[in-house]
């Protein structure tokens, strides 16, 4: 399956879903923007010109939790079935979220690895999802002197940074 028929393919799948949920929208497709995602993976934007701030609100929702889902199930539901090398990540957008969410990740990676650093003991960071988990696990990747795990069982699994 080529990278234009992985990406047409959630393309397609997020506008149905939207549609069955009675917000009919159309969805950009895009290979993720440089740095903010691991090669062969895929950006789906909502486009927002003819929401309401009521249908942005409720597809974000409260913390991210309903656009963190149904990225949860893009992924899920698109791979299964899927041979590896024909599975791709998907991260949905909307009214610039993950960007903003992405930004605040970086910055809360970037001050634990100080803390870290300065004090030489490990840093826990809760209240992440699994997915912005493996964001910090990425970012913090290129730190030689760093490294990351998760402890804990959900919903209580938290990201620690300690010296390697």
């Not at 929702?61 to 990225?71: E, L, M, R």
């Not at 024909?86 to 610039?96: H, V």
């Not at 964001?135 to 990351?148: I, M, N």
Request: charged share 30%.
């Amino acid at each position: 399956m080529s990278d234009q028929t992985k990406m047409i393919r959630g393309q397609e799948w997020l506008e149905k879903l939207l549609k069955l949920a009675a917000i009919p929208s159309t969805v950009t497709a895009e290979p993720s923007p440089e740095g903010l995602a691991e090669p062969g993976s895929y950006w789906l934007t909502v486009e927002e010109k003819h929401l309401t701030p009521q249908q942005i609100e409720l597809l974000i929702g409260p913390d991210g939790a309903v656009i963190d889902a149904i990225q949860y199930l893009a992924n899920s539901i698109l791979n299964i079935g899927q041979e590896e090398d024909q599975q791709a990540s998907y991260t949905i957008e909307l009214q610039g979220y993950r960007v903003r969410r992405q930004a605040e990740l970086r910055e809360m990676a970037d001050r634990a690895a100080e803390q870290v650093r300065q004090t030489g003991q490990e840093f826990e960071m809760s209240a992440l999802s699994a997915a912005e988990r493996r964001q910090v696990h990425t970012f913090l990747k290129e730190c030689e002197d760093l490294e990351t795990y998760s402890r804990g069982q959900e919903p209580d699994r938290r990201l620690v940074v300690r010296l390697r």
